[in-house]
């Protein structure tokens, strides 16, 4: 380790700079700094050296040009071990720089608030990621801080011994790289969107998020997990959300949270979710909020226990008392007034969660990992491609209803996915079984368990995919089932087609698959 003689601070956030930079000045320690940086701690009546008196070399083209010059980053760069190094520095009258504090020019909360393309390359720092790429490089001769979170640490060190320890040098180094990847990432970003095609794929994948949370557990409670944030994402999402009360989020909560999310923007009317293991268990619309979530509970109340509500209006302590009458997970919803919070607070562990709902669902990437490597596809968005009658009969007004209804929901089932439906509510859910007809088997026992023998009478079936036989069609006419919906596209669409003739069926066509794998 160096002892710390030199150091060079340029920095564009100036938090606690001037504090630091006076204890360095007081310990003995030369400062080099330039621009605003200098102005700053010359005022605060700290002794420094101009950068442009180091290098011999005045600051130019409005500041472009001030750091790199051949004595900074010689001074940043030399190995102090190395004889060539230091007998070339000396020859080229080049000091060696042995603590880096540099910080970069805001391009993230510049592009975040919609600046002009000049305003934007503006703020794109040159000098500064030179800087902490040259002295990262170099820890173990050079001190690199980005963060004015370790000034007193990296002090304390220095009041210590005169040096900063290798355990700190290597924090210090991984924290530099961190930054100039994200800094990069950011800015690769922002021009892939001004000048690339936004839906291609890039030969190159290049993410940065920033980590929101830890989470309480991931998918067991055996494994960690946290929460990360694409702070450049600006529609609505659930990372948004505000929470208000309640134990730690799980990797398991997220995702189911974010399922009744994303399936109650489907929805316009006043509608209530309910979802667990990531799949929808209960789904009800009605102008009363509160009867719309009993409803939507009724679909499978032993499924509804210990799951996900999202209702798409406010919470009043009627429905907060409703809710907490059974075990959930999560609530969350647009508002809650005064009386709804007092109730929750009397179950604390329930954790709610407050964030707008807005009807309709935004496009977006979507990533899911792999052993080695990501899959990258874009988001389902759209319903429907068409609705187009395949059968002799066309469906009522109530029946297309029923079916588009049921089909919302089954774009947010595991496949395969069955959902029998009515215009305003679902019966039966039946999610992620390896065969269609077992789909549909489960769907129809759990309306039978909850609603009766006969509910599935006169309503609608929708599947997220073709049937590729037609047993599905004769099962759902023995429960008297008048509709169904479906993608189309088998080669047995005649025969299913057919069935449905048989039994007086309607059924359309969508053109869409929606697997959810």
């Known amino acids: 380790m160096v002892s710390i003689r030199t150091a060079l601070i340029s920095v564009y956030n100036k938090e606690g700079i001037a504090e630091f930079a006076k204890a360095l000045a007081g310990l003995g320690i030369e400062i080099i700094s330039t621009g605003g940086t200098a102005k700053m701690l010359r005022e605060a009546g700290i002794k420094i050296t101009n950068l442009s008196d180091f290098t011999g070399c005045p ?20 190995d102090r071990g190395n004889p060539k190094h230091v007998k070339e520095a000396a020859e080229n009258k080049i000091r060696p720089i042995d603590l880096v504090v540099a910080n970069l020019y805001p391009f993230e909360k510049t592009v975040l608030g919609e600046p002009t393309l000049e305003e934007a390359i503006e703020n794109i720092d040159i000098g500064g990621p030179t800087l902490i790429r040259a002295a990262a490089k170099n820890y173990r001769n050079v001190a690199v801080v980005c963060k004015p979170e370790r000034y007193g640490q990296v002090l304390a060190e220095i009041r210590k011994d005169g040096k900063v320890s290798e355990d700190l040098r290597k924090q210090l180094v991984l924290e530099a790289w961190e930054q100039i990847a994200h800094y990069d990432n ?4 922002y021009f ?7 839906s291609a794929y890039p030969e190159y994948l290049n993410l940065t998020f920033r980590k929101k949370q830890d989470l309480r557990y991931g998918e067991n409670p055996h494994q960690t997990a946290a929460l990360y944030i694409d702070e450049h994402e600006k529609n609505p999402s659930l990372l948004r959300a505000k929470q208000l009360q309640g134990k730690q989020l799980s990797f398991n909560n997220v995702l189911d949270a974010n399922s009744a999310y994303n399936l109650i923007k489907e929805f316009g009317e ?3 979710v309910i979802v667990k293991h990531n799949n929808p268990c209960g789904v009800a619309s009605d102008n009363d909020i509160r009867k719309a979530y009993t409803i939507a509970r009724s679909v499978d109340p032993e499924a509804a226990f210990g799951g996900i509500v999202a209702v798409n209006g406010e919470v009043d302590g009627k429905l907060a008392g ?26 604390p562990n329930i954790r709610v969660l407050e964030l707008p709902i807005k009807a309709g669902v935004e496009k977006h990437r ?3 990992s792999v052993l080695g490597g ?6 389902d968005v759209e319903l429907y491609k068409e609705l187009k009658v395949v059968t002799k009969r066309k469906p009522t007004d109530e029946e297309m209803k029923s079916m588009l209804y049921a089909w919302k929901i089954a774009k947010y089932v595991r496949s395969n996915a069955i959902v029998y439906a009515k215009e305003n509510r679902a019966v039966g859910i039946g999610a992620g079984q390896m065969k269609r007809v077992d789909a549909a088997k489960l769907g129809a026992m759990i309306a039978k368990d909850y609603a009766g023998e006969g509910s599935l009478r006169g309503c609608a079936m929708a599947s997220d995919a073709f049937f590729p036989f037609r047993d599905g069609i004769d099962y759902a006419a023995k429960l008297g089932v008048t509709a169904i919906i479906q993608p189309g596209g088998s080669v047995s669409d005649r025969d299913v087609i057919a069935a449905a003739d048989e039994h007086g069926m309607a059924m359309v066509f969508t053109g869409m698959r929606h697997f959810r794998h």
């Not at 472009?64 to 760069?77: A, F, N, Q, S, Y």
């Not at 892939?192 to 936004?198: A, S, W, Y």
């Not at 990501?374 to 988001?379: E, N």
């Open 270 to 272: 006043a509608t209530a």
């Open 192 to 198: 892939r969107k001004k000048f690339g095609d936004v």
């Open 374 to 379: 990501f899959l990258v596809q874009d988001s």
């Open 366 to 368: 979507r990533y899911r």
């Open 59 to 78: 600051e130019m083209m409005d500041g472009r040009v001030k750091t790199l010059h051949p004595k900074i980053h010689g001074g940043i760069l030399m």
């Open 322 to 347: 409703e809710i907490t009458s059974r075990f959930v997970e999560i609530v969350l919803a647009p508002s809650f007034t005064e009386d709804a919070k007092k109730i929750f607070l009397k179950k």
């Open 186 to 189: 950011v800015i690769e970003n």
